[in-house]
């Protein structure tokens, strides 16, 4: 079965700066991986996914993740964050026609 | 892509009562989930509703707790049933797409969900 583990619970930055979140799978074979956002009181929104091809990849709101297999990681990032990126922020892999989410991270900007 | 309604958005219950969730698609979908969000918690799927056949539910979670319906390919409802206070959480309905590529998952607003 697969798994997903997002290491930070939390996460503080200051507006301006540059923004990694943390994502490690298991997945026995070739996984399919997303990023989401969920905004207080709000659904969930993808931020971008990986299936195949370049392992970096672009999503929505100036935000990219590298997929490295060696590490098993699909790590998120952001070069200057913007104070409206506050959310969790949620990986997945999809296995067996289900996606597994990771426990979250919840990210902060101070001014 | 897809746009997803639910109603209601929010509710408040006594336990012992019971509620039924609406999930509405802006276009025809095969596979519709549920899942639930428990306060601080990430996403657990209940079960996976496709049309025209009975739901198929995830370990924990049983359909005499969490009947779904699913009568066509656009609409879909969850009802949590004789309610408890462990059943406060924000459910959430999405829908399996195909983009040019392996299906991806939407979600809707999600209903929050708080039993007294």
């Known amino acids: 079965a697969q798994s997903v583990t997002q290491p930070d619970i939390h996460i503080t930055v200051s507006e301006g700066a540059s923004l990694e979140l943390r994502c490690n799978y298991s997945y026995g074979a070739t996984p399919y991986l997303f990023w989401y956002v969920q905004s207080p009181g709000q659904g969930l929104q993808l931020l971008l996914k990986?299936?195949?091809?370049?392992?970096l990849v672009q999503g929505i709101k100036g935000f990219e993740a590298e997929f490295k297999r060696s590490q098993s990681s699909f790590n998120l990032r952001k070069p200057s964050v913007h104070w409206s990126d506050a959310a969790e922020y949620f990986c997945?892999?999809?296995?067996?026609?289900?996606?597994?989410f990771g426990t979250g991270t919840r990210l902060t900007i101070i001014p | 892509s897809a746009v997803i309604s639910q109603k209601p958005s929010r509710d408040i219950c006594q336990r012992g009562t019971s509620l039924t969730i609406q999930c509405q698609v802006d276009s025809q979908v095969t596979m519709m989930f549920w899942y639930r969000q428990q306060p601080g918690q990430s996403l657990t799927l209940i079960a996976t509703a496709n049309q025209g056949s009975e739901a198929t539910y995830e370990s924990g979670f049983v359909i005499d707790k969490f009947p779904i319906s699913r009568p066509n390919l656009t609409f879909s409802t969850l009802t949590v049933s004789n309610m408890s206070p462990e059943d406060s959480s924000i459910y959430l309905c999405?829908?399996?797409?195909?983009?040019?590529?392996?299906?991806?998952?939407?979600f809707g607003p999600g209903t929050r969900l708080t039993v007294t």
């Open positions: 999405s829908v399996e797409v195909e983009e040019g590529g392996p299906y991806e998952q939407y």
């Open positions: 997945a892999v999809e296995g067996n026609e289900k996606l597994t």
């Open positions: 990986y299936f195949s091809g370049d392992t």
